[in-house]
């Protein structure tokens, strides 16, 4: 394989790469604006500026081919030199507002000013005033003074999201972004540009003034959106979710992610509406109540139905894990066939970039953990079918709004003589609902999804329930040494009284005499990894942070 030097370290490289892609495979970070990976080259930025040998100028290794025997230098006189020519060219108009900018802390032209540049400007002329707190779109501030014209965001708008939005206008020092005529940036990736911006111009609107990303910890873990299953990380302050950001995972969803999944999935853990601890219905409301006594309700309930009156509803946005245990819990505890969950298809609602029809992060992942009718069982519409027809008269439902789905299911599971619901929160379903517990959200447990791709990845939880401050999950307590006293600072936030869905099912079981011995959602995917073919040699070690693609084509192979 061809190679170059590179700061006297030997780079090997593909033909065809430039001088920064090939330092960037291996770990080297050539100091750089207008470059992105995914994108097309500009070179207007000037920042990559080195010095390659034998050639008389400086070249920029954004767009320099990389050739055998190259000996390239980033740190000569002549590319620092230029270098800080070019930090002060760039920083002569850009407002000194660090203090109060969004982007602080996460800023290249600040980490870049610290490193490479004099830290004194020779220019005492006022500074080019431009337009500030411009309303891009829906989503997006911009603020004129900070940009720095490396034209990401437009490349990003015309070459990712298929759609020409954003251009410059004017020249010279008057240079500026702005829409086309007519237009606005409403792309539903639009919000890509506040992360792909390395300055503080693009700023979202749902975010801004927030919060400092220092005061905040970051969580690796899955958007659950869509079936895509996006890679993202969970932003968190006092126990409470303030953002998502794209995580880089290319057999997934590259560096993107889109508008609704990014500001909409994570309202629900945060929203007033939780379910605060178990619920009884009494004389028709949902009351609180303990937890025993709504295990021992609901084991005297579910004991006097017959097996055939009884249908138990799993969900594509619960994990592998607590579908699992469910599936378990319904043929082994219950004794029952009719298992099945609600699918959560929008036709035409996808697009060919990440956005899929299917709305549910976990459909794969809950039919392969057992989650469908057994030999003469009923598939969900026929569930829904015999509970209008009083055949089935108790439903055990786990983490789904049905009413959300059908407006007519509402008057149907009205004539269930018993409803236990699952659910993390209040919704049109659970005012139905006998007994109400709560449930974790996905950003408050372990688990794992498996995406639309056969992609199965792992959730980390961001947020504390009263459950974890009691007594931590297994991969929890290893945050611990990562985050520090994370954990620690969130004892004074707002805990829900939740449990993962699991960990409920659990205490079922060993209510109705089945003892079930689980102690964290590792076990069980262990367990799982011994009794389901395509999970065999997994652990959550290996399935790691960027997930593992199993074997397998299609959903009729991997029933179990």
């Given at each position: 394989?061809?190679?170059?030097?590179?700061?006297?370290?030997?780079?090997?490289?593909?033909?065809?790469?430039?001088?920064?892609?090939?330092?960037?495979?291996?770990?080297?970070?050539?100091?750089?604006?207008?470059?992105?990976?995914?994108?097309?080259?500009?070179?207007?930025?000037?920042?990559?500026?080195?010095?390659?040998?034998?050639?008389?100028k400086l070249a920029i290794a954004c767009s320099t081919l990389a050739s055998d025997g190259m000996v390239v230098n980033t740190n000569s006189v002549k590319a620092l030199s230029a270098r800080n020519a070019v930090m002060e060219f760039l920083l002569i108009n850009h407002p000194l507002d660090c203090p109060i900018c969004d982007e602080a802390g996460e800023c290249k032209l600040q980490d870049y000013a610290f490193d490479h540049s004099v830290g004194?400007?020779?220019?005492?002329?006022?500074?080019?005033?431009?337009?500030?707190?411009?309303?891009?779109?829906?989503?997006?501030?911009?603020?004129?003074?900070?940009?720095?014209?490396?034209?990401?965001?437009?490349?990003?708008?015309?070459?990712?999201?298929?759609?020409?939005?954003?251009?410059?206008?004017?020249?010279?020092?008057?240079?500026?972004?702005?829409?086309?005529?007519?237009?606005?940036?409403?792309?539903?990736?639009?919000?890509?540009?506040?992360?792909?911006?390395?300055?503080?111009?693009?700023?979202?609107?749902?975010?801004?003034?927030?919060?400092?990303?220092?005061?905040?910890?970051?969580?690796?873990?899955?958007?659950?959106?869509?079936?895509?299953?996006?890679?993202?990380?969970?932003?968190?302050?006092?126990?409470?979710?303030?953002?998502?950001?794209?995580?880089?995972?290319?057999?997934?969803?590259?560096?993107?992610?889109?508008?609704?999944?990014?500001?909409?999935?994570?309202?629900?853990?945060?929203?007033?509406?939780?379910?605060?601890?178990?619920?009884?219905?009494?004389?028709?409301?949902?009351?609180?109540?303990?937890?025993?006594?709504?295990?021992?309700?609901?084991?005297?309930?579910?004991?006097?139905?017959?097996?055939?009156?009884?249908?138990?509803?799993?969900?594509?946005?619960?994990?592998?894990?607590?579908?699992?245990?469910?599936?378990?819990?319904?043929?082994?505890?219950?004794?029952?066939?009719?298992?099945?969950?609600?699918?959560?298809?929008?036709?035409?609602?996808?697009?060919?970039?990440?956005?899929?029809?299917?709305?549910?992060?976990?459909?794969?992942?809950?039919?392969?953990?057992?989650?469908?009718?057994?030999?003469?069982?009923?598939?969900?519409?026929?569930?829904?079918?015999?509970?209008?027809?009083?055949?089935?008269?108790?439903?055990?439902?786990?983490?789904?709004?049905?009413?959300?789905?059908?407006?007519?299911?509402?008057?149907?599971?009205?004539?269930?003589?018993?409803?236990?619901?699952?659910?993390?929160?209040?919704?049109?379903?659970?005012?139905?609902?006998?007994?109400?517990?709560?449930?974790?959200?996905?950003?408050?447990?372990?688990?794992?999804?498996?995406?639309?791709?056969?992609?199965?990845?792992?959730?980390?939880?961001?947020?504390?329930?009263?459950?974890m401050d009691r007594s931590l999950d297994g991969m929890a307590m290893s945050r611990l040494d990562k985050f520090g006293t994370e954990f620690d600072r969130w004892g004074k936030s707002k805990k829900m009284n939740a449990r993962p869905i699991w960990k409920i099912i659990t205490s079922l079981a060993n209510a109705l005499g089945t003892k079930y011995k689980y102690q964290t959602s590792e076990e069980i995917f262990d367990e799982m990894s011994k009794?389901?073919?395509?999970?065999?040699?997994?652990?959550?070690?290996?399935?790691?942070?960027?997930?593992?693609?199993?074997?397998?084509?299609?959903?009729?192979?991997?029933?179990?």
């Amino acid at each position: 394989m061809p190679h170059f030097i590179l700061d006297g370290k030997e780079i090997q490289f593909i033909q065809g790469q430039t001088i920064i892609e090939a330092a960037a495979k291996v770990g080297i970070d050539i100091p750089h604006f207008c470059w992105h990976p995914s994108l097309t080259v500009s070179g207007n930025c000037r920042v990559c500026l080195v010095e390659i040998e034998k050639m008389p100028k400086l070249a920029i290794a954004c767009s320099t081919l990389a050739s055998d025997g190259m000996v390239v230098n980033t740190n000569s006189v002549k590319a620092l030199s230029a270098r800080n020519a070019v930090m002060e060219f760039l920083l002569i108009n850009h407002p000194l507002d660090c203090p109060i900018c969004d982007e602080a802390g996460e800023c290249k032209l600040q980490d870049y000013a610290f490193d490479h540049s004099v830290g004194e400007s020779r220019f005492v002329e006022n500074k080019v005033h431009k337009e500030k707190r411009v309303s891009l779109g829906t989503h997006v501030m911009f603020d004129g003074e900070r940009c720095i014209s490396c034209s990401r965001c437009i490349r990003f708008c015309d070459e990712i999201a298929g759609v020409n939005e954003l251009t410059f206008i004017n020249r010279g020092d008057k240079v500026t972004i702005d829409t086309f005529p007519g237009k606005e940036l409403s792309n539903p990736y639009s919000l890509c540009v506040t992360d792909i911006c390395p300055v503080g111009a693009l700023t979202s609107k749902d975010f801004r003034f927030k919060s400092r990303v220092w005061d905040m910890s970051s969580t690796k873990t899955i958007c659950s959106g869509c079936s895509r299953g996006c890679n993202v990380e969970m932003w968190v302050r006092n126990n409470e979710i303030l953002r998502l950001t794209p995580r880089y995972n290319e057999e997934v969803n590259s560096y993107w992610m889109c508008d609704e999944g990014r500001l909409n999935t994570f309202k629900s853990v945060n929203a007033d509406i939780r379910v605060n601890g178990p619920h009884i219905k009494r004389d028709g409301t949902l009351v609180k109540a303990g937890w025993d006594e709504v295990f021992a309700l609901a084991t005297s309930e579910l004991k006097s139905y017959n097996k055939s009156e009884i249908a138990v509803l799993g969900s594509a946005f619960a994990t592998c894990e607590e579908n699992f245990v469910l599936a378990k819990f319904a043929k082994s505890v219950l004794g029952i066939k009719n298992i099945d969950f609600a699918k959560h298809e929008k036709p035409n609602s996808g697009d060919d970039i990440l956005i899929r029809d299917d709305k549910s992060p976990n459909s794969f992942g809950a039919e392969l953990a057992g989650i469908h009718p057994l030999k003469d069982g009923l598939n969900f519409q026929n569930i829904m079918r015999a509970i209008d027809e009083k055949k089935i008269k108790a439903l055990y439902l786990v983490e789904d709004d049905l009413v959300s789905l059908d407006e007519d299911y509402k008057k149907i599971l009205s004539k269930l003589e018993l409803f236990i619901v699952h659910s993390s929160n209040f919704n049109s379903t659970t005012e139905l609902a006998d007994i109400v517990f709560p449930a974790a959200t996905y950003a408050e447990k372990n688990g794992t999804w498996i995406n639309f791709q056969g992609r199965i990845q792992k959730l980390l939880p961001a947020v504390m329930t009263v459950e974890m401050d009691r007594s931590l999950d297994g991969m929890a307590m290893s945050r611990l040494d990562k985050f520090g006293t994370e954990f620690d600072r969130w004892g004074k936030s707002k805990k829900m009284n939740a449990r993962p869905i699991w960990k409920i099912i659990t205490s079922l079981a060993n209510a109705l005499g089945t003892k079930y011995k689980y102690q964290t959602s590792e076990e069980i995917f262990d367990e799982m990894s011994k009794t389901i073919d395509l999970f065999k040699g997994l652990d959550y070690q290996r399935v790691g942070e960027l997930g593992v693609k199993l074997n397998v084509t299609t959903l009729a192979k991997v029933k179990v």
